[in-house]
DNA sequence: TTGTAGGCGTTATCAA
DNA sequence: TTGATAACGCCTACAA
């Protein structure tokens, strides 16, 4: 009776258990489960044993099998295109910061924009049974057989930063026609009309949706569309060198590059072709980071709230693995023009005043750092 | 006997069990297990009435479950200081590349070089059960504590980009001495003989490895040891700023900076004072970036091998799982020096050039794009 | 306040 | 080839 199966020594090399906890200390599996998870009160004398085990095998409550029997993990799956974009580390770090501060962590995957990877991804992290998944949806569409699954598995999707059509799930995106639109309509007040756009893929929504605010900001502006000053890449820094030949081979006098990594690989084909910005050409970008501010050509360029981004998206998930189960929600985060010096504008601007009367002094005011 | 606990109908809202299959293949569980992992032989009728099963409920093995009894998790811990510190994407990224390929995911978390932070994250990690970390170890020592439990416990810890002294573990790491030394001998083969180094945290092993590689570069080259001219910072943007300040004031000719954030620091700061590079100083940075060659001043650096740091950090890792037990193994990878114009090598070149007989052909051809 | 026993979804060991 | 059945480490009614 007294050498029952329960009293088997732990194993060598294998971490310490509950039950080896209750052995040492002398006291039954529920009161060591009890004293960790400070639940129902244990008396003091136990409770002081009990701790006492627990320090001595430095014991650690395995947490594998507290998801088993509790059917939550504690995990949130987080799907990028690549971490190495440097839109995404922010995002992420969003979504850390949010996913920790409510004890959950984050299982990071890379989908490289394929739908393979992206579906080989989700599979994983539905078998990991993680309790949410955080997306940002790989060009292209679902299979049949994964959009399916999807919508009947029972674990909260929120996608972020680019929506998918026939799938009602919660998103958390910005503004990117408002975003692409302010840029274009930039360029127009400083003088450009000429106006070509470096857009992402246009199965993207957002590379849609900065394409039509491009549109619809020409058209505001009265200038013409020109179809050869459109671009289609795919946000990579190559797609940005061949893109920026193929354009700036028609002399535009303003580009509006829809992503950071184009914009590099557009600023390569410039330099090979021997011209200079803003001189030859006005440029806005889109997204800012800390380094665009100290080289040159110092660019004008549209921040997305990055960090917001993730940390929203982390949280509407958890509220939903909460069991909040509202319709689903699109919540659009604002961007922000920056203008800095790539655009031209205040040369266009002080060139205005020089030439005439002041136009529109809030124009000037415009300009920061 | 028919109606026995097992056949209870799958409770509601939760993903099929390997019982449910097994129940709706009129089988034992036995039978399935073997059908999804394909041991053992099974029969072909059995086999398809499976099948057709598991595509039925769509049937997804639940991996906490195998891990539990297995002790294995395919995942892998990785603590980052940052992931948006420009440098760590890649690392991770090369990780998450290793890994994927062997079966394993990545649970990510940044310790913002926190001590408190990064003790959160190795506990939660190992709750997690995790097979093994990969740490570039936050600045500063672990408690007692943590360090204890750390070489106690049975799980691989890999160090990445920062070893930690009294921890003998693996670690994979940049030749940081060579690539500060080389940094440092170019700038002096540029012509300047007054050079300020802005330092990380002498406390991390890499910052320490470069400083040691700046002081012997100036003693090689029989150059000064300016202790005014030494600034310590955190690797932040912030802190280069600052040093940037401190150390313009005293006019070098020349600055070697031991990361990518504090020479955005310092950048602001040289704007600031109104100062040009490479005109009023010679720079060479650590760790290059796609963005650094076409924006001005183009950068002279020291390209670090990340992907391959985080990919080897990994592939090292999963042999210590795979059971591995030699002795603890230091991976140096070799730093690049990648000449562009920060450094004004080429019109110091060229300007001796001009005054007298070309000095070393060799060194002209140093420069590339 | 404390203990007992069943179950979470697998794999693994024996029998049959 | 198949099937019971015991782990894996934990939580949690239900009893005592």
Redesign the interface.
Known sequence: MSSSKRSRPSKP???ASISDVARESGVSIFTVSAVVNNKSHVGKTLRERVENAIRKL?Y??????R??IK?K?Q?IGMIVP???N?F???V??GA?DAAQKQGY??????SDDSLAKEETAI??L????VDGILLTKAAGEFSPALHK?IQ???IPFVLVMRTYPTLTKDAVITDDYQGAYEAVCHLARAGRNRIGLISGPLRISNAKERWRGFRDALEEKKLPYEPELVVEGDYR?ESGFRAGHALLSHRPDGIYVANH?MT?GL??AV?EMGLKCPEDFGLVSFDDY??L?????RLTTVELPKHQLGSEAAELLIQRIGGNHGKPVLKKLLPELRIRESCGFAQFVSAEHRRAAPSEPSDASLVNK
Chains 1, 2 share one sequence.
């Open positions: 090399g294998r971490a430095n650690r409550p395995n947490l594998i099998a998801s088993l059917q993990t995990t690549d971490i190495v440097p995404f580390p922010m992420v770090r850390e962590n984050l299982l990071l995957c890379n599979e994983l539905l078998s990991k049974r699954t009947e598995v029972n820094i990594l590099i600023l390569q330099e800390p380094w501010g100290v080289f040159r050509p």
